[in-house]
C-alpha cells in the first residue's frame, strides 16, 4: 500500500462571523493557505503507480483556481470558510479524478492551524 501526495498553495480573502469577538464584526481579511492532497492504494502492476502525477497535478489545478485569489464569501458550494468547509470543498473538488483519495488538509501556516478531511464514512 502506498501513499502519494501533491500540495498546493493558494491566497484568498473571506470574512466570518465569530462568537469569541466581543464586537461581531464581518471585516474582509485574506489568508495564505496551503493544502496536502494525498490519495493511497497499490500500484498498478502495468504503470508503477498509485495515480497518473499529471492527472493528479491537473485535478489540484482546478482546485487551486477555485480557491487561489478569490473571495471566498462567493465561492459555490463552500459555506463559511472555514479550514473544515475548505478540505470538503477540496475534496469534492479532486475525488471525481482522483481514486484513492485517502486525506485532504488544509494549513494556515501562519497561525499553526491545520484542518485534515478523511471523506465520507463508509
Not at 69 to 90: C, K, M, Y
Request: aromatic content about 8%; glycine content about 8%.
Amino acid at each position: 500500500m502506498h501513499e502519494l501526495s501533491k500540495q498546493f498553495r493558494f491566497e484568498a480573502a473571506h470574512t466570518l462571523a465569530r462568537s469569541i469577538d466581543a464586537e461581531p464584526s464581518r471585516r474582509i481579511h485574506g489568508h495564505s493557505y496551503r493544502a496536502e492532497v494525498t490519495v493511497r492504494g497499490e500500484a498498478d502492476a502495468e504503470t508503477g503507480m498509485v495515480v497518473d502525477l499529471g492527472l493528479f497535478s491537473r485535478a489540484l489545478a482546478e482546485a487551486r483556481d477555485g480557491l487561489d485569489h478569490r473571495f471566498l464569501d462567493e465561492v459555490p458550494d463552500l459555506g463559511p470558510a472555514t479550514l473544515e468547509n475548505l478540505s470538503v470543498w477540496i475534496w469534492r473538488t479532486v475525488s471525481t479524478t482522483c481514486p484513492g483519495l485517502a486525506k485532504v488538509t488544509v494549513f494556515r501556516d501562519s497561525e499553526g492551524d491545520a484542518c485534515s478531511y478523511f471523506g465520507p464514512a463508509r
